[in-house]
């Protein structure tokens, strides 16, 4: 199942330089006419659109900032560099504008095919259902980033979620206000589950796939907790591990030395045309392995794989024969993770012991050593341990799982409050749209 084919992916200047409100912009695949989606090809086209929105720079190695911890991130201590070393986040700042932005691109692009497709009888029912799958899955992808970047995720009860888009974004439409946490969840939950309704079969990592939807659902669950959400979340897992669409990789630096072609990842972003010395200079020139990262990747052997001991520089994200890429937003050790974690916080002790093996089978090249614990709290560190080993500099893992287990103030002295948890609304969505509500705790408005 080494996937071959890499698609072409087209990106327009204005995605980066605009400066109008991120609801209001025209996707690249905006359909002024429902008919202009006339046939199936042209609803490919339509879908291909939103694809492009993912092939953008500064979310990704923001992602890969955060989790690196205890502040010693970077060669440089300025722009968002320096702001993410020290979790001190200003609303006024530029680049918090375009972190904001990206994920809505994705929502709104997803929306324009979602309107041109859904009940249209040009396109013949198997592809208007494939096209319906991944779409629904994209937009559940974008809500879920702008979620858990600018919204309390970490609390069903709170009132700052994010906006929610439903229909394509117009200047009629733009002034909406923010939805409850509890609201946006349950709107991504609808998303994904309209996608695995639909049912697009797993073809390349790169692409949407109801084995993706189920993937993302499960850790959607687990952010979200409760018992029967964790029973949710584990038999989710399952139908992800015995789908056969993905399988762990026998050697654990074949994910990233094989880039897209791995048989691994369930869903991730290939670098586009040009994209590779961007990525290139981001992750071998400003993003440094921190200390407290190297020290917890002491004597494991996925050490080695993860950064260069010498230079401190990043190998996951860019490595010698892989320029630029991907970037893996989900793959099968997250699956077993998600599982390992679920059990466990319902005290399935001995069944998440065999669940988390499965991924440090695979590290240490068949066994690994016995773990040791005698209570549920001292099993879900070692989980937690693995998120770290396992998962370090992947779209941001470690920083949501250690927010999770509670350990983000203890490894990063400068994280004092659950304000610090997430990005502040920035000023131009604030001011743009008056209904939107009340700026995140901790940040100045407007």
Known sequence: MKNKIKIFVVLIGA???????????QPENYLFEDQLVTDDKSAQTSLVGVYT???WTYYQYFETMLPLMDGSLTTTNTGLWGQASNNSFEASYSLINSVYEWPYYIVNSANATIGAVTDNESVTESERDRILSEAYFLRAFGHYIALRTFGQFFDLSSNYGIVLKDELSTVENSQKARSTVQESYDFILSDLDKSIEYNAAFTYNYYASATAAKAFKANVLLYMGG???????????????????????????????????????????????????????????????????????????RETYSYDTSSSKLKKIYTTE????????????????????????????????????????RAYGGTAPDLEYTTQEELLDLIFDEYVK??????????????????IEEIKAN??????????IPWNELETNLLFGEQNPGYEGI
């Not at 099968?332 to 093996?357: D, F, G, M, P």
């Not at 500099?393 to 287990?405: C, D, H, K, L």
């Open 15 to 25: 995605l980066f330089n605009s400066c109008d409100d991120a609801l209001d912009v």
């Open 53 to 55: 929105q993912l092939n």
């Open 227 to 301: 018992d029967d959400n964790y029973t949710e979340a584990i038999n989710l897992a399952d139908e992800v591990i015995n789908s056969d669409d993905v399988e762990l990789e026998a050697n654990f630096e074949d994910i990233f030395v094989n880039g897209e072609a791995n048989d691994e990842v369930i869903f991730c972003r290939i670098a586009g045309e040009g994209q590779s010395n961007k990525l290139s200079y981001y992750y071998q020139t400003l993003v440094k392995t921190s200390t407290w990262l190297q020290d917890y990747l002491v004597d494991d052997p």
């Open 322 to 361: 892989v320029s630029g890429g991907p970037a893996n937003y989900m793959r099968l050790a997250e699956v077993y993770l998600i599982k390992a974690e679920c059990q466990a916080r319902l005290n399935l002790l001995e069944e998440a012991e065999i669940t988390l093996n499965e991924v440090r089978n």
């Open 390 to 407: 396992e998962l370090c500099f992947e779209t941001g893992a470690v920083w949501y799982a250690a927010i999770r287990y509670g350990k």
């Open 415 to 424: 994280v004092t409050s659950t304000d610090q948890y997430i990005l502040p």
